[in-house]
């Protein structure tokens, strides 16, 4: 991982200890759910040596449903999140570890990690339950850091990326709840944004691994629940939400 100056002294403070020790003896079990094995791998072996870093890479998972599965077996401190995956993205994995999340004693929690710094997906996984959001450009310490961070409960963002959940969360001017948008599931509104964007079906399909007749499916879906006609009533729609 490189170094990226967006990082810096004031975004995420070292782990308790002494000598720039992250793991200071203490110990964080952690899962790794990201779509890209090489990235896993690269990730698992940069945080992973448990013995100086003090996180134990307990489980990985490559798609929502292994995701889901995973968390429930090893139910780990720390999940590391990315928010583009198969089968529904981040926020579904959220949404089906939501009492995870919310047990009394030992809950699970999130850490999301993505090469995505748009702020609807940050703030699409953070009101999703997700307790920090961090980019890949994240360093190797920084991220152990921020693994015992969230562990402990605190919420981690780089600088950038929290002012985009102040934004959300704290200002006046946040939208409102979309009755509308509500209407649609995860995949739904995964298959709208690429559509808007001008996505052929078929590129539909290719970056969200399925099918044409899939996206097909899906598409007519939106239409109906939305009570649009075309996609470019589609596209009029997301634009006027900023879905795009």
Known sequence: ???????????????????GDPAAGRRSRVVLVDDHRMFRAGVQAEIGRTAETGVEVVGEAGDVDQAVS????TRPDVVLLDVHLPGGGGVEVLRRSAELMGAATDPVRFLALSVSDAAEDVIGVIRG????????????????NAIFRVADGDAVFSPRLAGFVLDAFASSDAAPADEDLDRLTQ?????LRLIARGYAYKEVGKELFISVKTVESHVSAVLRKLQLSNRHELTRWATARRLI
Request: charged letters at 20%; a positive charge.
């Open 1 to 19: 991982m490189s170094h990226d100056p967006q990082y810096g002294t004031g975004g995420l403070p070292n782990a308790p200890g002494s000598g």
């Open 129 to 144: 339950g997700a307790r920090g959001y961090v980019t890949k450009t994240i360093t190797g310490n920084d991220l152990v």
């Open 187 to 191: 995949r739904e509104r995964e298959v």
């Open 70 to 73: 995973v968390i429930r077996a």
